[in-house]
């Protein structure tokens, strides 16, 4: 096992419920990704929902994958888009955050944010139960796939991110 000295330069965090079908797609996507990418420049992370917690984490890292099931998108659906900060966020108040209030509680509390990208996935089934319908299986094979290709584009450069740059996808 080879340990590095640098941190993680990605952060990826897939939430949700994988107790109610396809609510649990981010859970899911980021169990395969935690065993597709190299430990020792991204940290993957598994949870119920985004939380304040995480926000030094994210300020220390130059990009934040976050994989989450939406009920708003047709099912399998895939819709990507850049997470912007939020700019007045109430830190005492919050158990759960949202993706723009985490970038905003990084910049607020540790003075910097990771460029962040919301990876959603349309969900068809919501209640209570196990495994993914079959457009949203396959979805997450898609955003897996995606995600890897990203993350491996990320660490691939050698200076990191520098704020106003160009995003691809």
């Given at each position: 096992?080879?340990?590095?000295?640098?941190?993680?330069?990605?952060?990826?965090?897939?939430?949700?419920?994988?107790?109610?079908?396809?609510?649990?797609?981010g859970?899911?996507?980021?169990?395969?990704?935690?065993?597709?990418?190299?430990?020792?420049?991204?940290?993957?992370?598994?949870?119920?929902?985004?939380?304040?917690?995480?926000?030094?984490?994210?300020?220390?890292?130059?990009?934040?994958?976050?994989?989450?099931?939406?009920?708003?998108?047709?099912?399998?659906?895939?819709?990507?888009?850049?997470?912007?900060?939020?700019?007045?966020?109430?830190?005492?108040?919050?158990h759960?955050?949202?993706?723009?209030?985490?970038?905003?509680?990084?910049?607020?509390?540790?003075?910097?944010?990771?460029?962040?990208?919301?990876?959603?996935?349309g969900?068809?089934?919501?209640?209570?139960?196990?495994?993914?319908?079959?457009?949203?299986?396959?979805?997450?094979?898609?955003?897996?796939?995606?995600?890897?290709?990203l993350?491996?584009?990320?660490?691939a450069?050698?200076?990191?991110?520098?704020?106003?740059?160009?995003?691809?996808?």
């Amino acid at each position: 096992m080879s340990f590095s000295a640098d941190p993680p330069r990605v952060l990826v965090v897939g939430y949700g419920n994988s107790l109610r079908r396809d609510d649990g797609a981010g859970w899911f996507a980021a169990e395969r990704l935690d065993d597709l990418l190299p430990s020792d420049r991204v940290r993957v992370l598994v949870r119920n929902q985004l939380t304040p917690e995480l926000a030094e984490t994210v300020s220390q890292v130059e990009l934040v994958v976050m994989i989450d099931a939406s009920c708003v998108d047709p099912p399998g659906h895939i819709v990507v888009r850049e997470v912007e900060p939020a700019s007045n966020t109430a830190l005492s108040l919050l158990h759960e955050v949202n993706p723009a209030q985490l970038l905003g509680t990084a910049a607020q509390l540790y003075g910097r944010c990771a460029r962040g990208l919301l990876f959603s996935i349309g969900g068809r089934e919501f209640e209570m139960g196990e495994g993914l319908s079959p457009e949203v299986a396959a979805a997450v094979d898609t955003v897996v796939e995606r995600v890897r290709s990203l993350v491996g584009a990320v660490l691939a450069r050698k200076a990191p991110r520098q704020n106003g740059a160009a995003a691809t996808l």
